[in-house]
């Protein structure tokens, strides 16, 4: 059974402060990387994908995947109380159109 | 913009009803899903359809089915309601094309509620 791990938290982090957010896979095969941002009561948006190994900066996001050690992480620089939502990690599997998804860390961004 | 759009916002049906939950995408997306989500399990895929009229079980099909006789709409059909099918249901969709087809964009949900 691949598995998609993360802490359910909640996370919390003063206004301005980094946020750390991980994710750990099963399968090392695995090739392509998402982080969804989830607000209470709303449905799913994805702000990052990554498929090397390394970092992708998008904005005041970045995510880093290093394969050999099997995580993911979503950094979030200068967070805002509007950061205050679940992220969802997925991974892609085997098959050509399912994700493998993470249950989600809850992030709560402190003013 | 990618834009998926489901039938229901909220939704209360009795136990032993039939249920229709219908979505829309308008990007011409080869794929669609329909999951629930619900606390501390995350999203679980019920099913999903890679084309018009072909249709895949995902990891928990009991108790549902589904529909694809148009490209931009996806139906979800609980054929006799339980309590144990209150939940939110989102349904997704993506295209088939290069690496960007394994994104998935999603609607705003439907939380049912079966009594």
């Known amino acids: 059974q691949k598995e998609v791990e993360q802490n359910s938290g909640p996370l919390s982090v003063p206004e301005g402060a980094i946020a750390s957010l991980n994710c750990t896979y099963s399968?090392?095969?695995?090739?392509?990387f998402f982080w969804y941002r989830q607000y209470s009561g709303k449905s799913p948006e994805l702000i990052m994908s990554i498929y090397s190994n390394g970092d992708k900066e998008d904005g005041r996001f970045t995510a880093q995947l290093n394969k050999a050690s099997q995580y993911v992480s979503l950094l979030i620089r200068d967070s805002q109380p509007s950061d205050s939502a679940t992220y969802l990690c997925?991974?892609?599997?085997?098959?050509?159109?399912?994700?493998?998804w993470g249950a989600g860390t809850k992030l709560i961004i402190k003013p | 913009d990618v834009k998926v759009t489901q039938s229901s916002r909220y939704l209360v049906k009795r136990t032993g009803e039939k249920v229709f939950l219908e979505c829309v995408q308008d990007?011409?997306?080869?794929?669609m899903f329909w999951y629930r989500q619900d606390p501390g399990l995350g999203l679980r895929l019920i099913y999903f359809s890679y084309d018009v009229k072909m249709k895949e079980k995902g990891d928990i099909p009991e108790g549902y089915s589904v529909s694809r006789e148009k490209k931009e709409r996806f139906s979800l059909i609980l054929e006799s309601a339980s309590t144990n099918q209150t939940s939110m249901y989102l349904c997704?969709?993506?295209?088939?094309?290069?690496?960007?087809?394994?994104?998935?964009?999603f609607g705003p949900g439907t939380r049912l509620t079966v009594t």
């Open positions: 997704a969709s993506r295209t088939s094309l290069g690496t960007a087809s394994y994104e998935q964009y």
């Open positions: 399968d090392r095969g695995s090739q392509s």
């Open positions: 997925a991974v892609k599997g085997d098959s050509n159109y399912q994700l493998i």
């Open positions: 990007m011409d997306h080869e794929n």
